[in-house]
């Protein structure tokens, strides 16, 4: 029934960056929208998870870094269970974790720059950010990044709500990259795009995925993009992981058990 | 499925589109009823209105020609400044302990024990005019522009916070959320996830709250808070028309001047 991604499973494979061990959510007890999800993810590229809306995705997500607190099981990251942990050890985690969301999320009236540096917010003292005194090494990182997602040292100073969709979805990326991730969550990264914007920010992960070797685990509606980008597919349907494996490995009996029906296909 | 429209659609369509909000229209109804009977009450009649015009243009009358007296002009600029140092004394130190407030009683930030603490410590600040707050001060700390400070300090507070506080809780989450994901301290998601959003329109209070002062400093003085108040008030007493008339001016004048000033603030700040 579950077709197993062997080397994921096999000890002293790749190494495992992150391990959900029976993860729950319960928003109102008796409810769960996870049910006890158990999955390994190494250090390679880019895995999607799919399924329908409502299915616990985001909620999946949220639990990794915690802006979603789960109700029971454990979260294994670099070598701790991070399930429970609070404040500041809480915080070295989440620096450990980059985050793209949906609707980019960046701060609309902080420049290109300033939303990018936020990515070294735990890294840096309150007045020192107050003053817009970040290191040299990492402004210069910046100035990188911004190039490497395609946008260019002169969008540096424009303020984020002056940007399209698809060039806020590049800031976004490139604020979580800065942090210098293990890891980094997309959360439905293409949803608010146009379908070309999408497969171009597809593309983007899945190359600063490789380039820099951070895995990356994205959310997403789009089962041909998934298919197209992601090293591995992850269907979840009503709170159950009910397909792990190679995207070739999807076949359209796989896509009626997640999404249920065949109409669509 | 027929070719009609609407098969099941109710007999009386147009109330099915748009029902009728009794409460809404019961509310209306108490509001007029309530002001007739008032008017009936309070003994309005037309007859005093006509009377009080006459009254007022004989006033105006007496007040022309300004009065332009050095004597006099020397005594309202003094005044005069005194006023502005208090609005701006006041609007300073009022906001600045403003945003602390505010951020505290802001019910998407701050614990719900110390929202409500300064939630009712605004109500209770905003519970009086700044006249009597006014009164109370000059009793406390005697004559002169450091109790039109103090009262007007209380006013920019209770003003300020409120406000401030509804903006900070009208904030976008999301914004808030990205700047925690990435592992950032509660100060740091303030200075660039909370601040960045409201900066702008704390500005417009701010700059709203200085004009609103420069006007009550005019006030506090009539009760001994110091500013033009006083000498306004004597040449009231003293029918000395012509000088209320030169101070009137010089107010309307600085008003109107702080309206050009505050819109060039705001679009600094924007």
């Not at chain 2, 109330?15 to 008017?39: G, H, M, Q, S």
Request: glycine share 8%; proline share 4%.
């Amino acid at each position: 029934m579950m077709a197993m991604d062997e080397a994921v499973r096999q000890p002293g494979a790749a190494p495992v960056v992150l391990r959900l061990d029976r993860l729950r959510k319960e928003y109102r007890p008796g409810l769960p929208v996870l049910k006890d999800i158990t999955l390994d993810f190494d250090k390679s590229g880019v895995t999607a998870i799919i399924g329908p809306s409502g299915t616990g995705k985001s909620t999946l997500i949220r639990c990794v870094n915690r802006l979603v607190d789960p109700t029971s099981g454990s979260i294994w990251f670099e070598g701790a269970d991070i399930a429970q942990v609070r404040g500041s050890a809480l915080r070295a985690v989440r620096r450990r974790i980059g985050m793209v969301f949906q609707e980019y999320n960046l701060v609309e009236r902080l420049t290109v720059m300033e939303n990018i540096l936020t990515g070294r917010l735990g890294y840096v003292p309150l007045w020192r950010a107050y003053l817009r005194r970040f290191a040299e090494q990492d402004i210069a990182r910046a100035f990188e990044l911004l190039e490497s997602v395609g946008l260019g040292a002169d969008f540096a100073n424009r303020r984020a709500d002056k940007l399209s969709g698809g060039q806020r979805q590049r800031v976004g990326i490139a604020r979580a990259i800065m942090q210098s991730p293990a890891l980094v969550l997309a959360d439905e990264p293409t949803s608010s795009l146009d379908p070309k914007t999408s497969v171009e920010i597809m593309e983007l992960l899945a190359d600063i995925s490789a380039k820099q070797s951070i895995p990356v685990i994205v959310n997403i509606h789009n089962v041909e993009l998934a298919k197209r980008y992601a090293r591995r597919i992850v269907g979840m349907t009503g709170g159950n992981v009910v397909y792990d494996g190679k995207p070739d490995g999807l076949t359209a009996q796989h896509l009626s058990e997640i999404y249920g029906g065949e109409e669509w296909q | 499925m027929t070719a009609s429209a609407a098969p099941n659609a109710p007999s009386n369509m147009a109330a099915a589109a748009f029902p009728p909000n009794w409460p809404k229209r019961f509310a209306w109804a108490a509001l007029t009823i309530y002001a007739v009977y008032a008017i009936s009450v309070l003994d309005i009649d037309f007859e005093r209105i006509v009377r009080g015009m006459d009254n007022a243009r004989r006033l105006f009358a007496r007040m022309f020609p300004p009065n332009l007296q050095a004597d006099k002009l020397a005594l309202i600029r003094d005044g005069m400044i005194e006023s502005i140092q208090i609005a701006i004394l006041a609007t300073f130190v009022g906001v600045a302990l403003s945003m602390p407030i505010g951020l505290a009683a802001a019910r998407n930030l701050s614990p719900v024990g110390l929202a409500w603490a300064a939630r009712g410590l605004i109500a209770i600040l905003r519970s009086f005019h700044p006249v009597i707050v006014a009164i109370l001060f000059v009793k406390a700390v005697g004559f002169g522009v450091l109790a039109g400070i103090l009262a007007l300090v209380v006013s920019t507070i209770g003003f300020v916070s409120k406000l401030f506080a509804e903006v900070v809780e009208e904030i976008s989450a999301k914004q808030v959320e990205a700047v925690r994901a990435t592992g950032a301290g509660f100060g740091h998601v303030l200075m660039f996830g909370v601040f960045p959003q409201v900066m702008a329109r704390f500005v417009g209070l701010a700059v709203y709250q200085l004009d609103s002062n420069l006007r009550n400093s005019t006030m506090v003085g009539i009760v001994g808070g110091g500013g033009i108040g006083a000498p306004l008030f004597t040449a009231y007493q003293r029918f000395d028309y012509d000088v209320v008339l030169t101070i009137l001016l010089i107010i309307i004048g600085i008003i109107m001047l702080m309206e050009v000033v505050s819109s060039r603030v705001r679009q600094i700040f924007q």
